[in-house]
């Protein structure tokens, strides 16, 4: 199983960018996706996730700005970030919890992160 995460970049304070991950390999099932980031000299911490249910989940500093949306079927993950700071600046991961198949144990499978730098 593989991520592939797009979509970072150099964008001004209160700009916007819209990140995009793509699971592939064999994938069963997916119970829920999200986004992680992490600053230089900071521990990564939770962005938003998404339930295959369709329910959500914020960082309360995430909240308002940021849009987390999923497609189990197309195995996508995508965030919508708008309004962005310089606080925000950080690499970007995307995360999945999914079954390769009927019978393996539910796993964490990480993208390799995508840089976002947000300039005052």
């Known amino acids: 199983v593989q991520l592939q995460a797009s979509g970072g970049g150099l964008v001004q304070a209160g700009g916007s960018l819209r990140l995009s991950c793509l699971a592939s390999?064999?994938?069963?099932?997916?119970?829920?996706m999200g986004w992680y980031r992490q600053a230089p000299g900071k521990q990564r911490e939770k962005v938003a996730l998404?339930?295959?249910?369709?329910?959500?989940d914020y960082a309360d500093s995430m909240k308002g700005r940021f849009t987390i949306s999923g497609d189990n079927d197309k195995k996508t993950v995508d965030l919508q970030m708008n309004s962005l700071k310089p606080e925000d600046t950080a690499v970007y991961f995307c995360k999945i919890q999914a079954r390769r198949t009927t019978f393996a144990s539910s796993r964490e499978y990480w993208g390799q992160g995508t840089l976002v730098t947000v300039s005052s």
């Open positions: 998404i339930g295959s249910g369709g329910l959500t």
């Open positions: 390999g064999n994938i069963f099932s997916i119970s829920d």
